[in-house]
């Protein structure tokens, strides 16, 4: 059973920093390219960051670049997303995603096969 598994949102104050993390399971993790993506309430889903299979190519949307890291260990089946100067516009519910496209990677959420619950992240002004 695949399971994706988000962890370390909450609320903090604008110019703080939280970790999620995302646990993978029920599939070969190191196949896949694992994304980050948000949504906030009334918006529709956003692409926030994605990592390639070995962590060698990473994307960024531009909304978060400079702020944000996005890492994986292919042995421990996790991603991460470090997020640091926090803004209240990143408040949303952040969640993780799998995908095994041929070559690249993609930031249309439609694209990506495997989902996490989410986790909730506010940021207070």
Same mark, same amino acid.
């Given at each position: 059973?695949v399971?994706?598994?988000?962890?370390?949102?909450?609320l %903090?104050q604008?110019?703080? *920093?939280?970790?999620l *993390?995302?646990?993978?399971s029920?599939?070969?993790f190191?196949n896949?390219?694992?994304?980050?993506?948000?949504q906030?309430?009334?918006k529709?889903?956003e692409?926030?960051?994605?990592?390639?299979? *070995?962590g060698?190519?990473?994307?960024?949307?531009?909304? %978060?670049k400079?702020r944000?890291?996005?890492?994986r260990?292919?042995?421990?089946?996790?991603?991460?997303l470090q997020m640091n100067s926090?803004?209240?516009?990143?408040?949303?519910?952040y969640?993780?995603a799998?995908?095994r496209?041929?070559v690249g990677?993609?930031?249309?959420a439609?694209?990506?096969d495997?989902?996490?619950?989410?986790?909730r %992240?506010n940021v207070? *002004?």
């Amino acid at each position: 059973q695949v399971q994706l598994v988000e962890s370390g949102g909450g609320l %903090v104050q604008a110019g703080g *920093s939280l970790r999620l *993390s995302c646990v993978a399971s029920g599939f070969t993790f190191s196949n896949y390219v694992m994304g980050w993506f948000r949504q906030a309430p009334g918006k529709e889903r956003e692409f926030v960051a994605a990592i390639s299979r *070995s962590g060698g190519m990473i994307r960024y949307a531009e909304s %978060v670049k400079g702020r944000f890291t996005i890492s994986r260990d292919n042995v421990k089946k996790t991603v991460y997303l470090q997020m640091n100067s926090l803004k209240p516009e990143d408040t949303a519910v952040y969640y993780c995603a799998a995908d095994r496209p041929p070559v690249g990677f993609a930031v249309e959420a439609s694209l990506y096969d495997y989902w996490g619950q989410g986790t909730r %992240v506010n940021v207070s *002004s």
